[in-house]
């Protein structure tokens, strides 16, 4: 608490940055994990709640007549625009934040202070709902070609590793050693996922520590003892996800990649993904386009092409696929390997899980895959996700990547997902919001498990807001593997995650919510039917139950009209601008009828007497969005 | 019959045919006067009928002996066919150059064809105007159907019968007609129910460089306004583009002359800036480079999302000036047979729930587009692969359906028809064995004798099977206004037209069974349940009588 030097700011103005006039007036209440803005003027109470674990940025804008605007970016892509009447309001607001959303320590973290109505019994047992060896036993593993070492059970062979690893049968504790001081981080190459049909497996490692000649016999041993694993392929992959030029540029400090000459029956093969700070700073790109006011197409299109974010998305798909190919069509072993081993290698070797097995597009598979590619295998997540008051070079949107590259493969694929959109875009709040324990450390042995609670049970016990109705076990989507077109037609502007908060741009109605409620009436009118014996006598008093509120989002118009018709985001085009804004209660027609008017062409200026305000703020509306109507 | 002497070769054995996401075949290419037909001779294969209508350009490719034609279709699907043969590949490639660019209309598909099924009901009588006015005439006394332009001379391109405000004569529609482009004189286009506000379109008025006035036409829109309340003037062109238009006798409502007036310009392309796009756009669709940046500013060059933002944007302006702030609008461009007629009917989908159904959807159709004066004839004889140089080709009607794909897909329940209603239209316009979409207007349609020899597109799409075929299984009727979102972000290339050649549709088709399947099981379900019930009632009302003594 002794973060917060302004508990509550009042008469602070929330702009809605897309439709002016829907912006409002309220009460700014800062508490040691949130700052809640409550509405003043609402007959109904309105609150908005942000986490400061999931601020990444404080934007203090130029003063203008109307007060202080400060901006805070979040983690979800939420951007919220505060006007503070008061400056120095909005310096020590801007204070307090600053510091309450970067704690120095895990323990400032809110998963640590989250207590929701959960004895410590239970607590513990939330932790134990996914089980990694589970998993493997699932795989078949161990079984007479993999067996599980001990050798990383302390974290001494790599601090990075899981304690629990799986190598083949003939891997000795000395090769092992061996090879994985040959291994940036000793993450020496051991088993991620491996194909009950064909033996073939796919392993993840780090980059050799090659330099220009250097070899190491253990690592040769190792490799050559993955491939046997596979006793019906006579050679295996290696893949380098790194762009050729970068793993060239990393044998200059003695690391690099596997000289095809040292090693027997391995083909060597490079894939362009590019660095984590290429990535950041496409995303970051990205989102300004995302978060552009009234963008016209050609500043749209041109703003993600600009960015190159879905070009890189499509590069971590084709990674994917090759790998995928490999196994399924190959029958051959890949080991898969970037610099540390712990990004583009988590990506890849995921996304070719997610491509193989059918499990892994299943709600428990998808969070099994997370637990295992990325958390144990020691995905800096708290850097990543910036978690802690750290460096900003180690900010990376890799999980994100990850995340959309299943999402696109759900476009391709309707019916071949049990999860849906809201699951993806769940995963990737709480990988930010801290709220759960699960992503709070670097890698395993670092993880705090022992206060915290676990993401999984939670997305588990609420599943049935993350059920993709098309989803069929005996489609032959669901089936077998997935072959998904990467032409890059294929790929879409991800807007449900990207402009998550701008609820007008996405359909007005969704066709999964509708088909949710249909099969939930369809499992009633089962129920009926079954217990229909135990029924007669009764009056029944079944109502059709399908939820009509789906068809009536239609709501209000947007701006369409270029600075026309009165209150349209037009008029305010720059941020500045957008400060010279009339209280809500004068809104109407007239304060913005001389901006409005007369403009470049002797047009005329409308002077409505408008019905847009005679909606109640608090009916409900569905499309509070932007009209770019340049 | 003549079509013989183009066919230079009306048979070739041996030929192998390639179409995207099917099986190859080896088979017969016959030609005949309409068709390209190939087949297996082999049961349970499918044959191949190609009208020559729908090819837009051939490619020729030798290798050795063996010839290949790549066929470039008006649907934007590629065909390919290897034909034995060098002198053979030359003769069926400049056959079907000649029959699929025949000139004479009354050589074209729809004289000869003779529907396979039966007519239920005649698709030429499912649409009059004086049935529209009907309904019209149960909402409102205020507007009258003229007949001013029964033998199409004050307006060449207007239908027979058109609404106009009651108070209005037919000499003020006739000098209000020789004061608009084509003299089209403004007319009703919708009538809001809700409100009793309208929208009408016209020509644009040929004030000129020395800004000409006309009472007539002054006083014919006033009629339409309520009093002491304002109309809007929709001008789909950029005012730049307006003020060049009076050079050439055009222009725009002056405020001088129209004080009751707003005037808002939009910036909704030309006809032929609109081709250009098109091609560009399929180009992009088709390049094989696989590179995302190369996609992506390819698809940003060709501006065809641009076009659909612009289209749509201008159209929902119109609907909230009715809906929202109660006034009228007339809405125009240039001739009021393109730009005008995407607003008009767009703005129709979003303020009229009748309009999203299929048989209001064709309605819509038939009234904005075929009788409104929408030349098919000329904007659709050329699509995307032409390689002739286009003189009034324009996908005007293509960026209607897009935009309608878009609405579409932001209220995927408020619909009675799915997509494949839009694809089956742009199939269509561009070629058909049906009779509607042929010639330029109401009064070709007449002289052609269209009606008589040949067949409506709407008495094959009228029949329960094919109704059944697109009928949206979501659909549950809304009675609201519908706001679509123009945002970059909300508006979505259309797969199902431009890459729907290019990836296989078995994914998406899956996922429409499964959604059919979920409802008809629930309905399935509601029906049983619903019998017992009634069961239950019908033993509840026997066993009284008995419990009574």
Request: charged share 25%; glycine share 6%.
């Given at each position: 608490?002794e ?25 700014l ?8 803005y ?9 609150e ?73 019994a ?11 060896k ?6 078949g ?6 067996k ?98 970068n ?39 990205m ?45 051959a ?79 391709q ?71 998904p077109?990467?032409?890059p ?23 999964e ?10 499992v ?27 068809t ?8 369409y009209?270029g ?13 500045v ?27 005329a ?14 009916e ?7 009209y770019?109507?340049? | 019959?003549?079509f ?21 075949v ?47 279709c ?31 209309v ?107 006035r ?6 014919l ?85 641009t ?9 929902c ?44 959807f ?9 009788q ?6 000329q ?11 286009p ?29 494949q ?79 729907r ?8 088709e ?38 009574t003594?």
């Open positions: 608490m973060h917060i030097r302004l508990p509550k700011a009042e008469n602070v103005r929330l702009l809605n940055r897309l439709s002016p006039r829907r912006s409002c007036v309220g009460t209440y800062l508490t040691a994990t949130h700052s809640i409550v509405e003043s003027e609402t007959q109904v109470r309105s908005t709640w942000v986490l400061h674990s999931l601020i990444c940025r404080l934007e203090k804008q130029v003063n203008t007549s109307t007060g202080s605007p400060l901006l805070i970016h979040c983690k979800n892509f939420q951007v919220l625009h505060f006007v503070f009447p008061q400056e120095q309001d909005c310096v020590h607001i801007q204070a307090s934040l600053q510091r309450l959303s970067q704690p120095e320590q895990y323990e400032e973290l809110y998963c640590f202070s989250y207590k929701p109505n959960v004895d410590e239970e607590r513990k047992e939330e932790w134990s709902f996914l089980n990694l589970a998993e493997y036993r699932r795989l593993i161990p079984n007479s070609l993999w599980s070492s001990p050798v990383n059970q302390s974290y001494k062979v790599s601090d990075t590793y899981p304690a629990e690893l799986y190598v083949p049968e003939s891997a000795t504790q000395q090769v092992i050693v061996g090879s994985s001081k040959f291994r940036s981080r000793g993450r020496f190459p051991t088993l991620s996922y491996y194909c009950k049909d064909n033996q073939a497996a796919i392993c993840r490692s780090s980059q050799p520590l090659s330099g220009f000649s250097a070899r190491c016999l253990e690592d040769e041993q190792l490799l050559e003892a993955i491939r046997r694993s596979n006793p019906r392929s006579d050679f295996m992959y290696v893949v380098d996800t790194r762009p050729k030029l793993a060239i540029a990393n044998r200059a400090a003695g690391k690099g990649y596997e000289n095809e000459d040292h090693y027997s029956n391995i083909k060597f093969q490079f894939i362009s993904i590019e660095n984590i700070h290429v990535m950041r700073s496409s995303q970051q790109k989102l300004d386009v995302c978060e552009l006011r009234t963008p016209s197409m050609a500043n749209f299109l041109e703003g993600l092409e600009g960015s190159g974010w879905l070009k890189h998305i499509k590069a971590v798909l084709d990674a994917g696929v090759f790998v995928a190919k490999a196994i399924s069509e190959e029958g072993s890949v080991l898969v390997h970037c610099s540390d081993g712990w990004d583009r290698t988590a990506q890849v070797c995921s996304v070719a899980c997610v491509l193989l097995e059918p499990y892994y597009r299943s709600l428990k598979g998808l969070m099994v895959l997370i637990e295992r590619e990325w958390v144990s295998f020691g995905h800096k997540f708290s850097h990543r996700c910036n978690h802690l008051d750290g460096d900003s070079k180690e900010v990376s949107p890799v999980m994100d990547q990850f995340l959309e590259c299943v999402w696109q493969l759900t476009e694929f309707p019916c071949a997902f049990e999860f849906n959109e809201r699951f993806l875009i769940a995963v990737h709040h709480h990988m930010y919001a801290c709220q759960y324990g699960n992503f709070v450390g670097n890698n395993q042995r670092e993880r705090l498990r022992d206060k915290t609670h676990s993401l999984w049970k939670h997305l588990w016990d609420t599943r049935g807001d993350y059920i993709n109705p098309l989803y069929r076990t005996d489609n032959c989507q669901s089936q077998g593997v997935l072959r077109s990467t032409a037609y294929c790929f879409k502007f991800w807007s449900g995650l990207y402009n998550r908060f701008d609820r007008g741009m996405h359909p007005r109605q969704s066709v919510d509708y088909l949710m409620a249909v099969r939930e009436e369809t009633q009118l089962e129920e009926q039917l079954a217990s229909h014996k135990e029924v007669r006598g009764h009056s029944v008093t079944h109502e059709t139950i399908l939820p009509h509120h789906f009536f989002l239609a709501g209000t118009p947007q701006d009209s600075g026309f018709i009165a209150s349209s985001p037009c008029q305010q085009r720059s941020p601008d957008g400060l010279a804004f009339t209280p809500p209660q004068n809104q109407t027609s007239e304060a913005d009828l001389s901006v409005g008017s007369e403009q470049e062409s002797g047009i200026d409308v002077s409505f007497n408008s019905q847009l305000s005679e909606e109640g703020p608090g409900p509306d569905p499309d509070d969005a932007a770019s109507a340049a | 019959m003549e013989a002497e183009l066919i230079k070769t009306p048979r070739v054995d041996g030929v192998v045919l390639h179409r995207p996401f099917m099986p190859t080896e088979g017969t290419l016959c030609l005949t006067g309409h068709h390209l037909i190939l087949s297996s001779r082999q049961d349970n294969t499918e044959e191949l009928w190609l009208l020559h209508s729908n090819i837009d350009s051939i490619e020729k490719r030798f290798l050795g002996s063996l010839g290949t034609i790549i066929v470039k008006k649907d934007l699907r590629m065909i390919q066919l290897d034909i034995p043969g060098m002198e053979e590949c030359l003769n069926i490639g400049s056959s079907i150059e000649a029959l699929s660019t025949l000139d004479s009354s050589l074209m598909y729809p004289y000869f064809y003779r529907p396979m099924f039966e007519v239920i009901e005649d698709g030429w009588n499912s649409f009059l105007p004086e049935d529209a006015f009907k309904d019209l005439e149960a909402m409102t006394d205020e507007w009258r159907l003229s007949e001013v332009n029964r033998d199409f001379r004050v307006c060449t391109t207007y239908p027979p019968l058109v609404a106009v405000p009651r108070d209005v004569d037919d000499d003020t529609l006739r000098k209000a007609a020789g004061f608009r482009h084509g003299g089209r004189f403004p007319v009703l286009s919708y009538y809001h129910k809700k409100n009793g506000m309208v929208m009408m379109r016209s020509g644009q008025p040929l004030t000129g460089t020395n800004g000409r006309c009472k007539e036409d002054e006083r829109i006033n009629a339409t306004l309520r009093p002491g309340k304002r109309g809007y003037v929709i001008d789909t062109r950029t005012i730049s583009v307006a003020q060049q238009a009076k050079a050439r006798g055009g222009g725009f409502e002056t405020e001088a002359n129209y004080p009751q007036w707003r005037r808002i310009h939009k910036a909704i392309e030309r006809s032929n800036v609109l081709q250009d796009s098109l091609v560009k756009l399929v180009e992009a669709c088709n390049d094989q480079s696989h590179s995302m940046d190369r996609w992506l500013s390819k698809l940003e060059a060709s501006n065809w999302q076009h659909v933002k612009e289209i749509l944007t201008t159209a302006l119109a609907a909230q000036c009715i809906d929202r702030e109660g006034a009228s609008v007339l809405v125009h461009g240039t001739e009021g047979t393109d730009s005008t007629l995407q607003v008009t009917s767009l703005a129709q989908i979003i303020l009229d729930p009748a309009c999203r159904t299929i048989q209001g064709q309605g819509l159709v038939e009234r904005e587009w075929l409104a004066g929408h030349p098919f004839a904007r659709c004889s050329m699509s995307a692969y032409s390689n002739s140089k003189r009034h080709e324009a996908p005007g009607f293509l960026l209607f359906l897009d935009c309608v794909w878009q609405v579409l897909r932001q209220f995927p329940c408020s619909f009675q028809f799915t997509e209603l839009l694809v089956l239209l742009f199939e269509h316009a561009y070629a058909s064995q049906f009779g509607t979409f042929l010639g330029n207007s109401a009064a070709e349609r007449v002289r052609l004798s269209l009606p008589e020899k040949t067949v409506s597109l709407w008495s094959w799409v009228n029949r329960p099977q094919e109704i059944d075929h697109l009928s949206n299984p979501l659909y549950e009727p809304n009675s609201l206004v519908i706001w679509p979102s123009v945002a970059p972000q909300s508006l979505l290339l259309w797969e199902g037209v431009f890459l050649w290019n990836r296989s549709p078995r994914c998406q899956e996922a429409h069974e499964e959604m059919v399947h979920i409802i008809e099981y629930n309905k399935e379900l509601q029906n049983k349940v619903n019998s017992l019930r009634r069961q239950l009632a019908q033993l509840e009302t026997q066993e009284p009588p008995l419990q003594p």
